[in-house]
């Protein structure tokens, strides 16, 4: 939830909170409920309902760095727009996240804010016209990403990700102690997000499965799911994730960590109504 404050030295700034339920949307599903209007006005009135938050990461933006149609851009914000002000500003950045989950563990946080909040992109956002002091103006939010530069660094961020991967399996292969490592149960301290645990289980399904090799969208799809497991209650990913959160939540109940993991959809095996059926479910048990 973004809204518009006035500090102690009287200058309005915008501030944001993770209402739950947050829900995280990846390219597909994004572009599925931008695209349709039936589908976007049912996403729209469900989060109201529920008071809940649709959480944008810079990799949402970043795909449509791809994206050569400029009109799938402007629905996207569209979509936003229609559900400001409930919509959260979330850092996809994984090992950022964790950094700040242990400076708030610590007590060496300086300013205490979410760990998963983007501070960056919020700013942004922030600087795009107000024309209410309650409702903000999305423009150009998607449309300005879409470009051959920052398609080039979203390609070199994607090819890195990959690249480490193969670096990781080939260490798999060849040493017996990490092999070991990789197939013991997580285990730590026992602490409110699993960010770091869902992190190393998620990698450590590419280094078991051969079978699967690492593309630019496997290297991506791994940013988007990370974060948005730890931190939002519905997650729609691609359907090779849903089955991987499976495999995650199992060992993870062998254990004594904890913690929260969100809900998975995906298109397989008509995700899209099992997502829109469960959240009927859980307004009508409130």
């Given at each position: 939830?973004?809204?518009?404050?006035?500090?102690?030295?009287?200058?309005?700034?915008?501030?944001?909170?993770?209402?739950?339920?947050?829900?995280?949307?990846?390219?597909?599903?994004?572009?599925?409920?931008?695209?349709?209007?039936?589908?976007?006005?049912?996403?729209?009135?469900?989060?109201?309902?529920?008071?809940?938050?649709?959480?944008?990461?810079?990799?949402?933006?970043?795909?449509?760095?791809?994206?050569?149609?400029?009109?799938?851009g402007q629905k996207a914000e569209e979509f936003y727009a229609n559900n400001l002000p409930r919509v959260f500003f979330l850092d996809s950045d994984p090992?950022?996240?964790?950094?700040?989950?242990?400076?708030?563990?610590?007590?060496?946080?300086?300013?205490?804010?979410?760990?998963?909040?983007?501070?960056?992109?919020?700013?942004?956002?922030?600087?795009?016209?107000?024309?209410?002091?309650?409702?903000?103006?999305?423009?150009?939010?998607?449309?300005?990403?879409?470009?051959?530069?920052?398609?080039?660094?979203?390609?070199?961020?994607?090819?890195?990700?990959?690249?480490?991967?193969?670096?990781?399996?080939?260490?798999?292969?060849?040493?017996?102690?990490?092999?070991?490592?990789?197939?013991?149960?997580?285990?730590?301290?026992?602490?409110?997000r699993g960010t770091r645990y869902i992190l190393r289980e998620l990698a450590r399904t590419f280094l078991i499965d051969r079978g699967v090799k690492?593309?630019?969208?496997?290297?991506?799809?791994?940013?988007?799911?990370?974060?948005?497991?730890?931190?939002?209650?519905?997650?729609?990913?691609?359907?090779?994730?849903?089955?991987?959160?499976?495999?995650?939540?199992?060992?993870?109940?062998?254990?004594?960590?904890?913690?929260?993991?969100?809900?998975?959809?995906?298109?397989?095996?008509?995700?899209?109504?099992?997502?829109?059926?469960?959240?009927?479910?859980?307004?009508?048990?409130?």
């Amino acid at each position: 939830m973004v809204r518009l404050e006035i500090n102690t030295d009287g200058v309005p700034i915008v501030i944001q909170q993770d209402l739950p339920p947050a829900v995280y949307l990846d390219h597909w599903a994004l572009r599925k409920f931008s695209q349709d209007p039936i589908l976007a006005q049912r996403f729209v009135r469900a989060l109201e309902k529920r008071g809940g938050t649709l959480a944008l990461s810079w990799l949402n933006l970043a795909e449509f760095s791809k994206v050569t149609d400029h009109t799938q851009g402007q629905k996207a914000e569209e979509f936003y727009a229609n559900n400001l002000p409930r919509v959260f500003f979330l850092d996809s950045d994984p090992f950022s996240v964790i950094r700040r989950e242990n400076e708030l563990l610590s007590g060496q946080a300086r300013i205490p804010i979410a760990p998963h909040a983007d501070a960056g992109l919020l700013s942004t956002f922030a600087h795009l016209k107000l024309y209410t002091p309650n409702a903000f103006k999305v423009r150009d939010l998607f449309r300005a990403v879409q470009g051959d530069q920052l398609q080039l660094l979203f390609n070199q961020l994607a090819d890195t990700v990959a690249e480490r991967i193969e670096v990781l399996r080939n260490e798999h292969d060849l040493k017996p102690e990490f092999r070991t490592a990789v197939a013991r149960l997580p285990s730590g301290a026992v602490i409110q997000r699993g960010t770091r645990y869902i992190l190393r289980e998620l990698a450590r399904t590419f280094l078991i499965d051969r079978g699967v090799k690492v593309s630019r969208n496997h290297a991506i799809d791994f940013m988007h799911a990370i974060v948005p497991l730890s931190y939002c209650e519905f997650v729609l990913l691609d359907k090779h994730w849903e089955a991987q959160v499976r495999l995650i939540r199992s060992r993870l109940s062998k254990t004594g960590l904890a913690v929260p993991i969100a809900q998975v959809y995906s298109e397989k095996a008509g995700g899209i109504e099992r997502f829109s059926e469960t959240s009927r479910k859980v307004r009508a048990n409130e």
